[in-house]
């Protein structure tokens, strides 16, 4: 009799546990766009210098076996696939090509081999689009990774998709402005 008590207590522990991580879950989810946002926008404004050595590397190898007409980023076939490795995990491979288009894709590891310093976002700052879901408007200022100075802003347009439980970003514009 004691063991079935025992028993009947731990299952209530374990059916309460569950709701309340069902329920911590729930809540998560309501604010992870914004977050996953916000954390998209620190990963791919995060330029190197070594990551713009890398990419000047990967550029010139693949252009150099490039056999076609055309020179564009796009156009060289392994770009799409160098910046997927890179940020795969947190944008849709449209958002990465448009970036490509646009040259987008490379302005935060330009800017940071101009200057020679890393660079990071500092205070992103996100503000909803009304009329659609899961889009922001986001400015934030662009600073020295090491002693924080500032270097520029950045302002664009993020729209975050859910793609089985994971965000990503589905579009993304930017406009970097130097100091």
């Known amino acids: 009799m004691m063991k079935l008590k025992r028993l009947g207590r731990i299952s209530v522990c374990m059916a309460v ?9 729930c809540q998560k989810n309501g604010n992870s766009s914004e977050e996953s946002a916000n954390a998209v926008l620190n990963q791919f404004l995060s330029g190197t210098v070594q990551d713009a050595d890398e990419f000047d590397s990967q550029y010139a190898e693949i252009a150099s076996a490039e056999t076609g007409d055309e020179t564009g980023m796009v156009s060289i076939d392994g770009m799409e696939d160098y910046f997927q490795k890179q940020f795969g995990e947190i944008m849709t491979a449209d958002c990465i090509a448009d970036l490509l288009a646009d040259r987008s894709m490379i302005a935060p ?16 700052q996100l503000t909803a689009k009304s009329g659609e879901d899961n889009a922001y408007d986001f400015s934030t200022q662009l600073v020295t990774s090491d002693d924080k100075q500032p270097v ?13 439980s994971t ?10 402005t130097t100091n």
């Open 17 to 25: 546990l569950m709701v309340m991580l069902l329920a911590a879950g």
């Open 109 to 124: 590891m330009k800017l940071a081999q101009q200057l020679d310093k890393d660079i990071i976002a500092q205070d992103i």
């Open 152 to 164: 520029g802003t950045a302002t664009g347009y993020v729209k975050m998709q859910s793609d089985n």
């Open 167 to 176: 965000w990503k970003a589905s579009a993304l514009t930017i406009k970097i």
